[in-house]
């Protein structure tokens, strides 16, 4: 099956600060969501990007599946952005994949 | 609904008990997904229905879980004889279609399930 890693698997920032994530995939995706894992668990979706690139607020992803990786960026971050973020790509029938997760510290 | 909503929050059980998940998917969502995930893990697939039907349950680690969804909108997650290793979150998810035309999956709050 696709083997999905993200990296990095710790990122610390002072509040203002720029980032990337990036999400490695083993195989061709036709899709792949970021989801936001909040402090109570709750996992928020933030971008569905089989390809291309999309944008919102401070959020923003680039999927290339030819490369088999997608990138998320967080710009100004705040402390309200601290959680896991996850990746997760499609594999067979409709079953999602999930990396490892990054766990992101804000600091203000 | 708003948005997937899971049943209980939190659950204690004694190891060897029966237990019971509940998941209301957003209303109209054909697919409904399980999802467990471990302390410090990435969710991992459980099963999947369409409707009524159960199309793939590769995903459940024992013949003590078993999952139904008898009229294509509510399901229930159900572990037998419970142990400790079931302990983790379970998350129930639904997307809007079905079939080969795959879309975004909306995520529950989850069950939290401890085994003692």
């Known amino acids: 099956g696709i083997q999905v890693e993200q990296s990095p698997p710790d990122l610390i920032l002072q509040e203002g600060a720029n980032s990337t994530l990036r999400c490695n995939f083993s195989d061709s995706v036709n899709n792949l969501q970021w989801f936001h894992q909040n402090p109570w668990g709750q996992l928020i979706n933030l971008f569905y990007?089989?390809?291309g690139t999309k944008q919102n607020g401070r959020l923003s992803a680039t999927t290339v599946a030819t490369e088999r990786y997608s990138l998320l960026y967080i710009s100004s971050s705040q402390t309200t952005d601290s959680g896991v973020y996850f990746c997760?790509?499609?594999?067979?029938?409709?079953?999602?994949?999930f990396g490892a997760g990054t766990i992101l510290r804000v600091k203000s | 609904g708003a948005g997937v909503s899971q049943s209980p929050r939190y659950k204690v059980a004694k190891r060897g008990q029966d237990v019971a998940l509940r998941c209301d998917p957003i209303?109209?969502?054909?697919?409904l997904f399980w999802y467990q995930q471990a302390l410090g893990q990435g969710p991992e697939f459980l099963t999947y229905?369409?409707?009524?039907?159960?199309?793939?349950k590769s995903g459940l680690p024992s013949d003590r879980f078993f999952a139904e969804r008898p009229e294509g909108s509510v399901s229930t997650l159900k572990i037998q004889r419970t142990q400790q290793e079931d302990s983790a979150v379970y998350l129930c998810a639904s997307s809007r279609r079905g079939g080969s035309s795959y879309n975004e999956q909306f995520f529950g709050p989850g069950t939290r399930l401890t085994v003692l």
């Open positions: 229905f369409q409707n009524e039907a159960q199309l793939d």
């Open positions: 209303s109209g969502h054909v697919s």
């Open positions: 990007i089989p390809s």
């Open positions: 997760a790509a499609l594999e067979y029938g409709n079953k999602l994949v």
